[in-house]
């Protein structure tokens, strides 16, 4: 695997800026930006391959990437004690445990942002 597929490469449409913008979470924040999205994510590509470059030739270490990362589906979250009552008797009502309920409401709303979509199907442009 080359250096640059460890790293997650997102385009994203900015209604502030009216274009889209491309970064590479944890690493290079936004960097680039333009009219049409595959222009966006070839000049990322060519970004985040300089950035390497210099990071080799001054012997610096890269920062760990994510693409490849592992998740192990599980995270703690804290709420208030009243969201929490709110989430347990919409759960209740749905006939779904909380967690269950709870995973469903940030699916749907991270599938209505767009921000679930993968980019790897562009990865190989790269």
């Known amino acids: 695997m080359k250096k ?11 209604e502030e800026d009216q274009c889209y913008v491309g970064s590479i979470p944890g690493w290079i924040g936004k960097c680039c930006h333009g009219d049409n999205e595959e222009d966006v994510y070839r000049q990322l590509c060519q970004i985040l391959d300089e950035w390497i470059e210099i990071y080799s030739d001054d012997n610096i270490p890269l920062p760990s990437g994510i693409a490849d990362k592992k998740y192990s589906g599980k995270f703690q979250l804290r709420v ?20 269950s309920f709870c995973g469903k409401i940030l699916r749907k709303t991270i599938l209505q942002t767009g921000h679930l979509k993968a ?7 790269c």
């Open 4 to 14: 640059k597929d460890h790293y997650l490469k997102i385009v994203e449409w900015s």
């Open 80 to 99: 208030d004690s009243d969201l929490h009552k709110a989430l347990a008797i919409r759960a209740m009502q749905s006939n779904e445990s909380l967690n």
């Open 119 to 125: 980019n790897n199907s562009m990865n190989s442009d």
